[in-house]
């Protein structure tokens, strides 16, 4: 019997596992994929929001800019890449210079600090390679963070402070007894059970089923699929901040921003659809997210595009985040709705949970032992002298794998066998960025195979390149090897 | 810290050609920094056979072509740091790298050759819609897999693209047991050697659909299908004429890029028509006692070539090291003109170097009767000749006598087309 | 009977012809004399080198290039890599040792196409 058990390992559920990972509690969570971040957390803008999107006096205006303001100091103790680098809203006319003034207020009501209004030769001054505008909505505290970093980042500080982590278990079932829920979920081809005090579903777009299991869902999902361009770090300084555009009647419009790691994302579009699980791309989309960037900017050269991604968000009609007790009983809670800025809250979010938890009976006490920090070694981030050392110590910091991003074999075991491990191509890549780059792990994608078969001591025909199933080799090509 | 005469950086083919070349001059403090555990580099798992008619007389593997030329650089006292991944390079030529056994380390040296090579253009760079399953690879990628790892990627499968590599993966897929449904070209000509067509394709019934592309990649986990559409002449698929593939993999062989963010990193210019370094007639660049050749500086469809190249470019930094010299700062410039992609080299000095030199280009299109010419800014005509097929797939070579453009500026290199069929 | 081929002797790729007139086979089109071998046994009993790769134990590697040392019937080429697929090879292995004589009985060896210590 557990005390909590957390549905989803999403950005929200490793926030939340490694919130009560600093109380003396027993602490499980069921995830679906075979890896954390699996979801609509690998698969997003990436940025710290400000703050003065949402409406003021909702719990998503509230969750927003406590969030913002934990960010920096969270990605600080887990070494997670980020970067303060500010945000812009653009106005082209008169009408979308009335639009940031209300966003403006909106910021101001909302608590956001460093806002403020540029003009257009301010914003032409901060980002010469965008396209003339009448002015813009400067906000110093918004930022950029690679998501699923954080999300692992979390899980692995939670799993050394003893929470558990299953993967590739799907909730199918929850029962309530009145005092304690069993939570039956489906394992290579298997029904394990689970039980515990206390539920947090917090599985993204599923939330929605996982909800259904215990009672009816006060809303609607409706999965809505937004596509990105990634481009070459030659491209990433482009721009230096998150640049928006100005919503209107048209739409949100889309983005163009350094990404945490140096490149350049530019999108997402906007659009309904019932599956959620497909996260294609389409030619027309792409079209569309490329004729609407050009608004900002026209200087993108899209054939450094190295890759292009869809994500889906777990959205439903309400513009409210929608955090609530079952009511069926106060010891679950659902999170549902948690689309943007749901990355940014998710900090603050997880700390509401905690409170909710505690108020319907859990009880908390510190541990003695908490700990806070975790680092992952990046060799190309050493001084000269760090980088000899770190090859005197372990010669396999000396090879590099992964020609574009130069990471190094070393960093690629430290991977493999951190607390989370790494067991697939693209586990390895959110991991350490292997495969990241220009060539998209053309020269490095079979050295990883083999370095995960050899450290797994799995046979390389096994290791899959993302989701169960998504084997790369089929087999030796002649029979001639067995019988050696 | 090391110090050497000449360092060249990448082991495979050219910076093989380039240091045994460099060694016949007389340098004799030379290394070859290669980031694989072997020299050769894609030459090992090129095992098709088809190189070495030009430069050794005789149809070779590509194994046995590399095998060829490091057998003449052990014969030598050339060092060779293999597992050694170059990081940067200063405009100073310093180089800063990185292996297992020396840890991070700088070399000093007098010439730099920059033979790094290229890479595969992939699924991203020219975005294709759909799923994002296992089982796409580029061309070189699973050619890795099946011929020095040893594992196949796949039983069903398309290609896109064909190019040479596209066009011997096929091959070589069927020969191991897969079956390939089709090879499709988004262009309406093959961007594969005829001889390709015939032994690679046609042997084995493989269709070719020109004029076609992959408009959709469907499969959650690994690929289930794939959607293949004609396009018209502006390349943009044509809706109704989806043809739908059941297979499990989509090998790419949508072109190659030089590898040159060493060389951006060293500050040295980049012609953005060839995507390589640009360099002077003997394949000097614009920073002075810095070499380009092969692969990285332009994309080659012969070995062969690659090895004709980097000889020159060693020969030239022998040149530099043994008897410094200073390019001119008025060089002639060669310019493309119609029906020309890039030229290499870009500048000639007729105050340095050989008297001739052989300019390497492509054409932008199939051209069926066509007169190849260099112009000066005056008008004048330098060169002529006529040719009856010139294809973007394979690279053009003409020989000039620098003597003829003494006097001029600049030259510009076009194919003048129709008046002159056979 | 006139036959139109690619010659696959060089990247060349001559447009050869090949026509039996009064019971002897002429070849047209090609630029060296290897076209003209080509084109006759192409148009009679066509062959091709094969290569491919074979299991190697006792080193790093664990692929061997090799290659037939001509060419083989092109109906043959099937049943060559099956008998090819038997083999495995023990380090160390040079080029152009033979790794499998006359195989299938066509009078070609398969050789080494690299050495691996």
Redesign the interface.
């Given at each position: 019997m557990y005390d909590v058990i957390i549905v989803g390992a999403g950005i929200c559920g490793t926030s939340l596992a490694r919130e009560l990972s600093k109380y003396r509690l027993s602490v499980c969570c069921l995830e679906r994929e075979n890896d954390v971040a699996d979801g609509t957390t690998k698969a997003n803008s990436g940025i710290v929001h400000a703050g003065y999107d949402p409406l003021p006096g909702t719990q998503m205006a509230k969750l927003n800019v406590v969030g913002n303001a934990m960010v920096e100091q969270l990605c600080k103790d887990l070494d997670v890449p980020y970067r303060k680098n500010g945000s812009l809203v653009l106005a082209f006319d008169d009408d979308e210079m009335k639009t940031i003034q209300t966003l403006y207020e909106r910021g101001v009501a909302n608590g956001v600090p460093d806002l403020s209004i540029l003009s257009g030769e301010e914003v032409a001054k901060l980002e010469p390679n965008l396209n003339p505008v009448k002015g813009a909505l400067y906000a110093k505290s918004a930022g950029v963070v690679s998501p699923w970093e954080l999300a692992i980042a979390q899980m692995e500080v939670a799993v050394q402070n003893g929470v558990e982590l299953y993967l590739e278990r799907e909730v199918n079932g929850i029962t309530w007894n009145g005092e304690s829920f069993a939570v039956t979920a489906a394992h290579n081809g298997e029904t394990e059970s689970y039980e515990a005090r206390y539920l947090v579903n917090a599985a993204g777009v599923d939330a929605d089923t996982i909800e259904s299991f215990i009672n009816e869902p006060p809303y609607h999902t409706k999965p809505n699929k937004g596509q990105y361009y990634l481009l070459d770090k030659s491209q990433g300084n482009l721009v230096h901040t998150v640049v928006f555009q100005c919503p209107s009647k048209l739409g949100k419009g889309v983005l163009v921003s350094p990404t945490a790691h140096g490149n350049l994302i530019v999108g997402p579009d906007s659009v309904d659809q019932p599956d959620k699980d497909d996260v294609s791309v389409t030619a027309d989309r792409l079209a569309f997210i490329r004729n609407a960037a050009a608004r900002s900017c026209s200087k993108i050269n899209y054939r450094d595009s190295i890759r292009n991604f869809a994500g889906i968000r777990a959205q439903s009609e309400q513009d409210e985040f929608l955090i609530h007790y079952s009511p069926v009983t106060n010891q679950m809670v659902h999170l549902a709705n948690i689309k943007s800025p749901g990355l940014t809250s998710s900090p603050a979010i997880a700390l509401e949970v905690v409170e909710m938890l505690q108020k319907a009976g859990l009880v908390l006490e510190e541990k003695d032992s908490y700990q806070t920090t975790r680092r992952f070694p990046r060799f190309r981030e050493l001084s000269e002298e760090e980088k000899k050392r770190i090859i005197e110590k372990d010669p396999r910091y000396g090879r590099i794998i992964c020609r574009c991003e130069s990471i190094t074999e070393g960093e690629i075991v430290a991977a493999v066998h951190s607390p989370v491990p790494a067991t697939t191509v693209d586990a390895v890549k959110r991991r350490c960025n292997a495969g990241m780059g220009r060539c998209q792990g053309g020269f490095c994608s079979p050295r990883v195979v083999e370095i995960i078969a050899r450290e797994l001591h799995r046979a390389p025909e096994s290791i899959c390149k993302d989701k169960a199933g998504s084997y790369i080799l089929i087999g030796k090509t002649t029979k001639g090897e067995e019988k050696a | 810290m090391f110090q050497y005469d000449l360092a060249i950086i990448g082991g495979g083919p050219a910076g093989l050609a380039a240091a045994v070349s460099a060694w016949n001059e007389g340098v004799r403090s030379i290394v070859i920094i290669e980031r694989d555990d072997v020299t050769g580099g894609i030459l090992n798992q090129c095992i098709h056979n088809g190189f070495g008619l030009h430069y050794f007389k005789e149809e070779l593997t590509g194994p046995e072509y590399a095998g060829r030329f490091e057998q003449m650089v052990a014969e030598t006292s050339i060092d060779v740091k293999k597992q050694t991944m170059v990081l940067n390079i200063t405009p100073e030529k310093m180089i800063y790298a990185v292996n297992p056994t020396d840890g991070y380390f700088a070399i000093s040296a007098k010439a730099i050759v920059l033979s790094m090579g290229c890479r595969e253009r992939t699924r991203g760079a020219i975005s294709i819609p759909g799923d994002r399953p296992s089982g796409v690879f580029t061309a070189g990628t699973a050619q890795r897999y099946v011929n020095i790892e040893g594992y196949m990627v796949g039983k069903r499968v398309v290609i896109l693209g064909s190019g040479d590599i596209g066009l011997i993966m096929a091959r070589r897929m069927t020969l191991e047991g897969a079956k390939v449904l089709a090879v499709v070209e988004i262009m309406p000509y093959s961007n594969g050697l005829n001889r390709n067509l015939v032994q690679c394709l046609d042997d084995y019934d493989i269709p070719l659909y020109l004029s076609h592309t992959v408009t959709d990649i469907r499969g959650k986990r690994r690929v289930e299908q794939v959607v293949v559409s004609k396009v018209d002449e502006n390349r943009a698929p044509i809706p109704g004429t989806e043809m739908t593939f059941d297979c499990d993999t989509l090998l790419l062989s949508v072109g190659l890029i030089p590898e040159n963010e060493l060389t951006k990193s060293a500050g040295i210019p980049i012609d953005r028509r060839s995507n390589g370094a640009i360099v002077f007639d003997d394949m000097q660049t614009e920073l002075e006692g810095v070499f380009a050749c092969g692969n990285v500086l332009h994309v080659h469809d012969l070995v062969d070539f690659v090895t004709a190249e980097s000889m020159k470019a060693g020969k030239s930094a022998a040149q530099y090291i043994l008897y410094p010299y200073q390019h001119t700062d008025q060089p002639v410039e060669l310019q493309n003109g119609p029906g020309v992609t890039y030229t290499v080299p870009q500048k000639l000095d007729l105050t340095a170097g050989e008297a001739k030199t052989d300019l390497f280009f492509r054409v932008n299109h199939v051209i069926h009767g066509g007169t190849i010419t260099v112009q000066a800014e005056d008008g004048t005509v330098l060169f002529s000749r006529k040719k009856a097929h010139m294809l973007p797939a394979e690279m053009e070579k003409i020989t000039l006598d620098k003597s003829w453009f003494v006097g001029h500026h600049t030259a510009t290199v076009s194919i003048q087309e129709g008046a002159n069929e056979k | 009977m006139t036959k139109e081929?690619?010659?696959?002797?060089?990247?060349q790729?001559c447009r050869l012809t090949v026509s039996d007139e009064s019971g002897e086979l002429t070849v047209t089109g090609y630029t060296c004399k290897r076209g003209i071998e080509y084109g006759k046994t192409e148009a009679t009993a066509p062959t091709?080198?094969?290569?491919?790769?074979?299991?190697v134990?006792g080193s790093?590697?664990?692929?061997l290039?090799v290659?037939t040392a001509g060419g083989v019937p092109?109906s043959k080429?099937?049943d060559c890599?099956d008998a090819?697929?038997?083999?495995?090879v023990q380090a160390p292995v040079h080029?152009g040792d033979v790794v499998l004589s006359n195989i299938l009985e066509t009078g070609v060896d398969v050789v080494a196409?690299?050495?691996i210590e």
């Open positions: - | - | 081929l690619i010659c696959i002797c060089c990247p790729g091709r080198v094969i290569t491919t790769t074979v299991a134990t790093s590697w664990c692929r290039p290659k092109k080429i099937f890599m090819i697929n038997q083999v495995t080029t196409a690299r050495t």
